[in-house]
């Protein structure tokens, strides 16, 4: 059994706030870093007619693989549980190809999810793929992005022409 410390990488405990350590039960693999806390949600309570609050736990892990996933429970198990679910879900995606089949949903960043699995990555894209072109030098770049909203218009400039435009 592993141990998980917020920020770290796995190999520690994790510290949820008021919770006390917590040692991760689930075999991460050692490059997981992770980042947990609590978050106070709104519950509306239709028959009451009013709102509640309840501090609902959370834990962020950026395992190989996957950029970014994020399990939420009441307890530091039930998050580590969701965490995992999802994190298998990304491991088993594969066609066999051994990645995931990204598309962009409207990111301009280069970010990109997969639509079978539905993880979230970043710098998925190069600025070539999206169509993305730098307007001063003709380079692919996700660096930067002007939307004009009354023209309509998206341009884009890569890191040298947003330094130096
Ligand atoms: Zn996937
Ligand atoms: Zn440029």
Redesign the pocket.
């Known amino acids: 059994m592993r141990e998980i410390m917020t920020g770290q990488d796995i190999g520690t405990t994790i510290d949820f706030r008021g919770q006390g350590p917590y040692e991760a039960r689930h075999p991460w693999p050692i490059e997981t870093s992770v980042s947990s806390g609590s978050s106070v949600v709104l519950i509306h309570n239709a028959k009451e007619g009013d709102r509640t609050s309840c501090t609902t736990l959370f834990m962020e892990v950026y395992p190989p693989g996957a950029a970014f996933i994020r399990g939420e429970g009441v307890t530091p198990e039930v998050c580590e549980d969701a965490a995992w679910v999802k994190y298998q879900?990304?491991l088993n995606?594969?066609d066999g190809s051994g990645?995931?089949?990204?598309e962009a949903r409207g990111y301009r960043n280069g970010a990109g999810f997969?639509?079978?699995?539905?993880?979230f990555g970043s710098q998925i894209f190069a600025g070539e793929q999206l169509d993305h072109f730098c307007r001063v030098c003709g380079t692919g770049t996700t660096y930067h992005c002007d939307t004009d909203k009354a023209a309509g218009t998206t341009t884009f400039l890569c890191e040298e022409h947003y330094k130096t435009p």
Request: charged share 20%; proline share 0%.
């Open positions: 879900r990304v995606c594969a990645s995931h089949k990204w997969c639509c079978r699995c539905g993880t």
